[in-house]
């Protein structure tokens, strides 16, 4: 009888401690509510850039009016984020980084851009695989373009499980309140869109026969020529930059 109350006693003192465990290792966080959650702040952002974009259209912006216009397929985003992989870092003194892979997707008026991380808390000694949504800026920066990130979501991936979640308190008040500053974390990206250039024309003569004879002669020149992004509108999967031809100097 003793033998059965020691077991029993030893039974009652671990069920806590597989609680702890439980919640530790991830076994309480509702995937399903944080995917829900994703795609509301998904939709939302989306939402307002479309009527950003359309209230901008209807008051005149027209991605034909320029001397050109560049077409920046969402492959060439996504090949260019793709420099950020692997980077390391911190989001806060306990809380280290990596980026394991970058993902982007245009719409109609936003770029959503993707990062997987994989995210190890020094304090509560856990690894999380984090997903943290950001909003992608195209910025004209001179003779550059800039893209800018804004992270507005971070929520735990789906496939995380066992060790590689850790408790629901960590994501919300440890990772979640922390989007204002990983901001920082991540500088934007400089993608140098330089136009400046020059033509040579060779010399030429021309001879016409006839009353009067004449001889016609075009010295050798050299067109100098500068162009400069004046505006970017997103659409679906494609980015239209318009350039205007800034100057010309002949010599």
């Known amino acids: ?144 373009l800039l893209l800018e990130m804004e992270p507005y979501n971070v929520v735990p991936a789906a496939s995380a499980s066992g060790l590689l979640a850790p408790a629901e308190q960590l994501i919300e008040d440890v990772i979640r309140v922390k989007l204002g500053s990983m901001k920082q974390q991540f500088p934007p990206l400089r993608l140098p869109l330089r136009f400046d250039d020059q033509v040579t024309i060779d010399g030429t003569m021309s001879k016409v026969s006839g009353t009067p004879n004449l001889v016609i002669t075009a010295p050798r020149r050299i067109v100098d020529y500068n162009l400069r992004i004046k505006d970017i509108l997103l659409f679906d999967r494609v980015a239209l930059v318009s350039i205007d031809l800034e100057s010309v100097a002949v010599r």
């Open 1 to 144: 009888m003793k033998p059965l109350m020691a077991v029993g006693a030893i039974l009652l003192l671990l069920l806590p401690g597989c609680a702890i465990v439980r919640s530790i290792a991830g076994g309480n966080v509702d995937h399903a509510r944080y995917e829900k959650a994703r795609e509301a702040a998904s939709l939302e952002t989306r939402y307002r850039g479309a009527l950003l974009l359309a209230d901008r259209l209807q008051k005149g912006a027209d991605p034909a009016d320029a001397d050109l216009v560049l077409r920046l397929q969402e492959d060439f985003l996504v090949r260019t984020l793709q420099q950020m992989q692997g980077r390391e870092g911190w989001l806060d003194e306990e809380t280290r980084y990596r980026i394991d892979s970058v993902d982007a997707r245009m719409y109609p008026g936003s770029a959503l851009v993707t990062l997987d991380l994989l995210a190890r808390n020094e304090g509560y000694g856990v690894d999380l695989r984090l997903i943290m949504d950001c909003q992608l800026a195209l910025l004209p920066d001179g003779d550059a």
